[in-house]
T-cell receptor, first 115, second 115 residues
């Protein structure tokens, strides 16, 4: 009954080789988020989509891009991964933003290793 | 900009103890606050969401309280079990400005419950 599904669970890529992580949801939520979580750190928001409206965090590197072709799917593209991009990438959804009863639902994450 | 702090950073207790995890936030104009659990190498599981109009929320052995005026939330775990061992994160949204709705996470409390 997984509601936010991330694939793959583990991803290994080479330094500088583009990689795409995927996220799908069965909740029909309007908002999808990508977070980066490095070891022993809090998750850090990279960007989010409200429907098709893309919202980039000011400190998200240009190396990170995202696509949301439809309500159910959202992709994270890392154009030229560096060693510092090795992290857990978490996808989350919520029904709306800014409403008290709209919790975030997370997927299980994709652990990215850069060699 | 919302800042979230969690104390303690780590906690080790014997099975059966009742315990309290603390979370403080700087911007009290929040519309909700959410507590998550994260098992090693996994994504985040939502435990409780407290809306700004609520003071408490309960789920099983978990009880979360919210005091907006003092910028504090606590997560109370009754009769702790080894299966409760995990990292517990609280997250509060930015309630205004260009980062409206962005969820800011605390660093988490690493809980170990030993038999």
């Amino acid at each position: 009954d997984a509601m936010v599904i991330q694939n793959p669970r583990y991803q290994v890529t080479q330094f500088g080789k583009p990689v795409t992580l995927s996220c799908s949801q069965t909740l029909n939520h309007n908002v999808m988020y990508w977070y980066q979580q490095k070891s022993s750190q809090a998750p850090k928001l990279l960007f989010h989509y409200y429907d098709k409206d893309f919202n980039n965090e000011a400190d998200t590197p240009d190396n990170f891009q995202s696509r949301r072709p439809n309500t159910s799917f959202c992709f994270l593209d890392i154009r030229s991964p560096g060693l510092g991009d090795a992290a857990m990438y978490l996808c989350a959804t919520s029904r709306v933003v800014g409403v008290g009863n709209s919790p975030l639902h997370f997927g299980n994450g994709t652990r990215l290793t850069v060699t | 900009k919302q800042e979230v702090t969690q104390i303690p950073a780590a906690l080790s207790v014997p099975e059966g103890e009742n315990l309290v995890l603390n979370c403080s936030f700087t911007d009290s104009a929040i519309y909700n606050l959410q507590w998550f659990r994260q098992d090693p190498g996994k994504g985040l599981t939502s435990l409780l969401l407290i809306q700004s109009s609520q003071r408490e929320q309960t789920s099983g052995r978990l009880n979360a309280s919210l005091d907006k005026s003092s910028g504090r939330s606590t997560l109370y775990i009754a009769a702790s079990q080894p299966g409760d061992s995990a990292t517990y994160l609280c997250a509060a949204p930015n309630a205004g400005g260009t980062s409206y709705g962005k969820l800011t996470f605390g660093q988490g409390t690493i809980l170990t419950v030993h038999p």
